[in-house]
């Protein structure tokens, strides 16, 4: 079991950034990427970005390519989405996951372990 706990969250205006953070404990091993997610009020939760743990190769959404930024942090267990440019549209609960199994990385179905979520608002 893996345990991920979200933080960074928080009020931004329109064109600010804010750096998440999510940390990850347990069995750490069995983890081969680690996502970002976010879900608006009303909507479906969707992929905003994946980094796979190993070679730290990157993935992004079309909303969020060239405003934000995922990176890990082997030795402290540590994933982090930089968001710059920060639009209302972003404004979501975003969720850390992480994946074992080799499946798709923008589908939520493909992630076992899932934080708690942190509050994103964007808004003047």
């Known amino acids: 079991q893996v345990q991920l706990v979200e933080s960074g969250g928080g009020l931004v205006q329109p064109g600010g950034s804010l750096k998440l953070s999510c940390a990850a404990s347990?069995?750490?091993?069995?983890?081969?990427?680690m996502s970002w997610f976010r879900q608006a009020t009303g909507k479906e939760r969707e992929f905003v970005a994946a980094?796979?743990?190993?070679?730290?190769?990157?993935f992004y959404s079309d909303s969020v390519k060239g405003r934000f930024f995922i990176s890990r942090d082997i030795g402290k267990n540590t994933v982090y989405l930089q968001m710059n440019s920060l639009k209302t549209e972003d404004t979501a609960v975003y969720y850390c996951?992480?994946?074992?199994?080799?499946?798709?990385?923008?589908?939520?179905?493909?992630?076992?372990?899932w934080g708690q979520g942190t509050q994103v608002t964007v808004s003047s």
């Open positions: 980094v796979t743990w190993g070679h730290g190769n990157t």
């Open positions: 347990g069995s750490i091993s069995e983890i081969n990427a």
């Open positions: 996951a992480g994946r074992r199994r080799y499946l798709q990385l923008t589908r939520p179905t493909a992630y076992d372990s």
